[in-house]
């Protein structure tokens, strides 16, 4: 029997009430006026990219009724006569067996005689619905049957009436409309109560569509994964249900990263390996997604990967199946295929062609682009249902996690080395090896590159004249160590005369410039907190900026990626920024910023909060005393200030980063090369 996962209702039709329509799928008219019974086939699960094979036997039967049915009205314009009129819905109460019905003449049932009677003259009788005969063949067929009337559908629920501004719980204020699909909307709202941008999915209230897309909110809350965009509320108010959900701005979906090129294996190999382990979890605890298209897998700056709508995609959208295992793995299989190939299996959908097919079967990616990591390929046939290399298609998303587990981990290329895009215009430097190189037997797919020449280290010294050049060498050794230590020795021993004792400094003081004092130094200030502030934009990371002032410095707080920099100007961020609780009020004159990555250039603003400020400033604007900027192309800047300010709260503003290259910086991880930098450790001082 048909499974229908959660929220089965289709929201793309047009159909303004899906549910009454199902009393079409038992009965269709046809252009000539007759009717179709169309039974229940038997569902035959498919792999991907397969053709289906005709069915062995016609299910339908027609419903033929007598010649006279199809006469048209005579000249004076009456209808035809009422003994073969259609006949209407009876009451619920007249029951009779296909083709048996009590009817007063053959082909003629007395509810059609009485709306054939009730017609008025000269005007055309409606056609209505007729009945299907009886499956199991009795009855004549000639004969209509007499129907009991179809039960009453659901009330249609109320259609949507929000606009910009609404307001959800008092909280979630309504900014801008991002889709409408059928009687849903999705929206992108601001949390007041956090001051944090999020998404909402609406839809009207009542009937078991509402129900659904509440159930699946809920079980979906639950799912702590990070892979998997939070659900942070779901309510029902004023007729509407709303579902809230974690907003990604740094993040693009796989439709737009497909674009430009097939991705890189050792990217498709940790797309598929996130995207089978996240949705192994989840039928693990019971979910399934069921839509697990391009639009909804995210890939982060950072290069993780996050999927949306857990659930809550096929209750919004519905989703008829009988196998949840085996759609969601397919449905990943799909994915990997998109991105070796640039190309879709099932057609041409989500800005792709569609995949090409030999013989009635689904072209490998190999046969498609040359160049395909084997392993990769094969197992992306097995998640679509294919077998492949004579091993089985998988059957769930764990199965195609494990195989992944199982197989030789595919590392990226070196930071200095191109990937994708045009080759560079300028001659590149290969410097001139000066050790030997070895290679190693890790190098799989691809072209081996070339060895370079070993070079050949000179013979030593030998004979009576390299035995002197030894000792000449020795003895200068021991002239400098025994000279370093005697100017170490003096310099100390000067140093000792020149001390005087306390009570020698209490009785002859001095004045004058020698007898100034040295200033204290600077005594350092421990943050009590950390904030991330959106500048210009939502903070990017807020879970991180803690990690800042932990004392590890591999733990760190990073930046989305730019492709264009130093300066940071995109989409409206114009920096990025965390504020600091110093605890209490406190000079302050020095802030130090342990940086992920050197390179040219970082910039990074210095700025307090006005003395008198109790509490944690959410904006840039209320940190009004601009103290220091400095930039620097190392991996630590200091900026100091030309005098000290007395604040509690204190923020720092990055408005340039340095270009960084794919790679691992003790902790630092970058995935993408680009403008971008990361903060292990901020420190602040007095002087």
């Known amino acids: 029997m048909t499974d229908r996962t959660a929220g089965s209702v289709d929201l793309a039709t047009d159909d303004p009430d899906p549910v009454s329509g199902k009393a079409s799928d038992a009965v269709s008219d046809n252009s ?33 009724l007598d010649a006279e049915s199809d006469a048209e009205p005579d000249g004076d314009g009456d209808a035809p006569e009422a003994d073969n009129a259609p006949v209407e819905n009876a009451p619920t109460e007249a029951k009779s067996v296909a083709g048996k019905g009590d009817t007063d003449e053959p082909g003629t049932s007395k509810a059609a005689a009485a709306s054939s009677d009730a017609a008025p003259s000269g005007a055309p009788k409606a056609d209505a619905p007729k009945s299907p005969v009886d499956e199991s063949g009795e009855g004549d067929a000639a004969k209509p049957e007499i129907r009991p009337a179809a039960p009453e559908a659901e009330p249609e629920p109320t259609p949507l009436r929000v606009s910009r501004g609404t307001r959800l719980a008092a909280r979630y204020r309504l900014e801008h409309r991002l889709s409408q699909n059928g009687r849903s909307e999705t929206w992108r709202a601001v949390d007041e109560k956090l001051r944090r941008a999020v998404g909402v999915h609406i839809v009207p209230a009542g009937g078991e569509h509402g129900r659904a897309v509440i159930a699946a909110a809920r079980a979906a809350a639950l799912m702590g994964d990070p892979r998997f965009v939070q659900v942070l509320d779901c309510a029902e108010q004023d007729g509407l249900i709303y579902v ?25 190999y940790e797309l598929a390996g996130a995207v089978a382990q996240a949705m192994s979890v989840a039928h693990r605890a019971g979910l399934s997604h069921l839509r697990l298209t391009p639009e909804n897998v995210l890939r982060m700056h950072t290069g993780q990967y996050k999927i949306v709508g857990l659930a809550v995609e096929a209750a919004l959208y519905g989703h008829d199946t009988t196998d949840a295992a085996r759609d969601d793995v397919q449905a990943v299989g799909a994915l990997m295929y998109a991105a070796l190939t640039r190309r879709w299996p099932t057609g041409a959908e989500y800005g792709l062609q569609a995949a090409p097919f030999t013989s009635g079967r689904l072209c490998a ?42 197989m030789p981990e595919i590392l990226p290329p070196e930071p200095d080395e191109i990937v994708g895009g045009p080759a560079p215009d300028y001659p590149s430097y290969t410097p001139t090896p000066t050790r030997p190189i070895y290679s190693t037997g890790g190098h799989s797919g691809g072209t081996r590159p070339p060895t370079r020449p070993t070079i050949t280290p000179p013979p030593p010294l030998g004979g009576r004249f390299g035995a002197t050049v030894k000792a000449v060498v020795a003895v200068i050794v021991v ?3 025994v000279l370093v230590t005697w100017q170490i020795a003096s310099h100390a021993s000067d140093q000792g005369e020149e001390k005087k004792g ?75 920024g965390i504020a600091y609780d110093l605890g209490t009020e406190q000079d302050v004159k020095t802030a130090t910023v342990v940086l992920g990555h050197d390179g040219k ?35 630590t800047l200091t900026i100091t200030a030309d005098k000290p300010a007395k604040a509690r709260f204190v923020l720092l503003v990055m408005t340039e980063n340095p270009k960084v290259s794919r790679g691992n910086y003790k902790g630092y991880e970058v995935h993408t090369s680009g403008y971008q930098n990361a903060w292990r450790e901020v420190g602040f001082a007095s002087g």
């Open 244 to 268: 809230v959900k974690e907003w990604l701005p740094d993040a693009d979906n796989l439709t737009k990263v497909f674009e430009s090129a097939p991705l890189p294996r050792h990217e498709v």
């Open 479 to 481: 002239l400098a160590i």
């Open 601 to 635: 250039r970082t910039t990074i603003a210095l700025k307090a909060a006005p003395p008198g400020t109790t509490s944690m400033p959410n904006s840039e604007s209320a940190f009004t005393v601009d103290m220091a900027k400095a930039s620097t192309d190392g991996a």
């Open 502 to 576: 306390p009570l020698e400094s209490q009785s002859h003081p001095t004045s004058g410039p020698a007898a100034s004092v040295a200033p204290p130094a600077p005594l350092p200030i421990r943050a009590k907190g950390a904030k991330e502030i959106g500048i210009g934009r939502e903070p990017v990371k807020p879970e991180k900026a803690g990690d800042t002032i932990d004392g590890d410095p591999e733990t760190v707080w990073s930046t989305g990626m730019f492709l264009d920099g130093p300066p940071i100007d995109y989409a409206g961020r114009k920096g990025y």
């Open 32 to 64: 000539d006026g007759s009717d179709a019974k169309v039974s229940a086939s038997t569902t035959t699960v498919l792999p991907i990219g397969s053709e289906p094979e005709p069915p062995e036997s016609a299910t339908s039967e027609i419903v033929s």
């Open 365 to 406: 990616p190999g046969q498609i682009r040359a160049g395909v990591d084997d392993a990769l390929a094969a197992l992306t046939m097995r998640a679509l249902g294919h077998e492949a290399k004579h091993e089985p298609a998988f059957g769930t998303p764990g199965e195609l996690s494990a195989a992944i587990s199982a």
